[in-house]
């Protein structure tokens, strides 16, 4: 079995939103949570045990922290989807460490941290 990734300190400001689903298949089920994945710029999910994530107003205001779970996934259980407000999105290690800020749109269900 391959080793899991874990994220490096490097900060490349990568990240994407998608509004709709390529090609024209329509979706039949939608995110009631607003969720963050964290993945390796090959799309396989960084081993994120112990990390954190914040989501802020623009203006500050820390709205929730949640926990990575092993797989690179967090969801906010008390904020919505779609997301009314742009979201600050700030992840930390273990120790405190500040690995990634991100700005995420409103409007969105989930957002991709890539590297």
Not at 21 to 44: A, C, I, Y
Not at 49 to 60: D, E, L, N, Q
Request: overall charge positive.
């Amino acid at each position: 079995m391959a080793k899991a990734l874990r994220p490096a300190k490097l900060d490349t400001g990568q990240g994407k939103v998608l509004r709709r689903m390529p090609g024209t298949l329509k979706p039949t089920q939608r995110l009631s949570r607003f969720t963050v994945l964290w993945v390796s710029t090959s799309g396989v999910p960084f081993q994120t045990a112990g990390f954190t994530c914040t989501a802020s107003t623009v203006g500050g205001t820390r709205l929730a922290t949640v926990r990575f779970d092993n797989y690179g996934t967090a969801v906010f259980r008390s904020i919505g989807t779609p997301t009314t407000r742009t979201l600050i999105l700030r992840t930390f290690d273990q120790d405190g460490v500040l690995f990634r800020t991100r700005t995420v749109p409103s409007g969105v269900a989930a957002f991709a941290i890539i590297g």
